[in-house]
């Protein structure tokens, strides 16, 4: 098969994307993966032929977590987005599926997939690495998380969906439009999803349709890795250290939030990866090294505990690598990724960026320590060993299409 991929968003959208490009490819097809720019690192090392969709997603995530994860702030912050960049990746997706057999898509790019498929009179499946489709087992991981009904539970994806859907709708149409497309009037409905999600994490709603699939995570394979020497040096200096960083979180308040977690630590060894916030003014502690992007897959398990944002993808690595978490959240689904390993007991409640109480954080590494808290956490790192998300996908896909198949069989996707 030839296969376009596509999506846009953080480090956390990108790389569980390219894992499943790297599987399709080695099961014998064409895939080229568009996505956001800075994003596509691990996609050049791994030979996974792409190209970067225009804009800058770190701009953006400023702007979001600045405000506090505030939903009108972040309904804006889409719509300007969408007005920027729909036209652009409308146009670049278009080219690059030509000759296609399907597209993959996902990410704040989804609609532009889907859009892109009818017009090519190809079929489409969606990816995610955050539940979204329906069910009565919990509500949209991009609300705020508060106990309903189970038919509460269901509607808050359409209520979330449709906004998403009324702030992209205007820049998807005329970008449809442009492109000889009919505007569209609602949302496209009975597409398949894969979810590179872990089935130990988060098992798959009884009420979700067959082909609807948590698959298990889209992870880097598996390789030898050997620390820069200065890392190496201060693993084996002493004992496990604890990991703390929060990715492609930036705007909060470095200056308050970084030392307090490491006056916390004090005098556990840290590993401190400054990621996209930089690091704090003034002199570190004598017990912190500061490191640079490394594998989670492979550093992970070198550690005692893990302090994070609760992105998907940091989140699924902390716990294969079966070690418990502190996860303070700043936006979007970290809060459900919090919550939910709050509920599995290898984390205590979420971290707040705005209370860093010396007791809340001393009872949060108490439970994070607690020889039950370990306990539970080697026990889901064992199941989730267990799993091979991209094969899942890969099989599932596979199948899905009928192989072998001849191009231009397939049907478009579902009108509006």
Known sequence: MKLLALTYGTEGDTRPLVMLCHGLQAAGHEVMLLAEAATLGSAQALGVPHAALEGD????????????????????????????????????ADAAAAGCDAVLTGGLAALVGMSVAEGRRLPAIGLGMIPLTPTTAFASPFLPRLPLPGALNRLSYGLVNQAV???????????????????????????????GISPSLL??????????????????????????????????????????????????????????????????????????????????PAHVFVVGATPHEALFPRCALVI????????????????PSLVMPFAADQFFWAARLQALGVAPAALSPTRLEAGTLARALAFAEAAATRARAAALGQAMAGEDGVAEAVAWIEQWRGMPMRRGEAGPVEGG
Do not use: K
């Open 203 to 284: 098992p798959a709603p009884g009420d979700w349709p067959p082909d609807h699939r948590i698959c298990g995570q889209w992870r880097r394979p598996d390789a030898p890795w050997q620390p820069p020497p200065a890392l190496q040096a201060f693993l084996a200096a002493g004992p496990p250290p604890v990991y703390l960083g929060f990715g492609s979180m930036t705007g909060f308040d470095r200056e308050r939030v970084l030392p307090a977690l490491l006056a916390a630590l004090a005098p556990r060894r840290v590993l401190l990866f400054p990621g996209w916030a930089g690091l704090p003014a003034g002199p570190l």
């Open 308 to 323: 994070h944002h609760g992105g998907s993808g940091t989140t699924h690595s902390a716990c294969r690598a079966g070690v």
């Open 57 to 92: 997603i770190h701009d953006e995530v400023v702007a979001l977590v600045a405000r506090g994860n505030n939903t009108l702030a972040a309904s804006r912050g889409l719509a300007r987005m969408a007005r920027r960049h729909v036209a652009g990746w409308m146009a670049q």
């Open 165 to 195: 859907w009324r702030t992209f709708r205007a820049p998807i149409n005329q970008a449809r439009q442009a492109g000889g497309l009919p505007a569209r009037r609602r949302l496209w409905t009975g597409l398949p999803m894969l979810y």
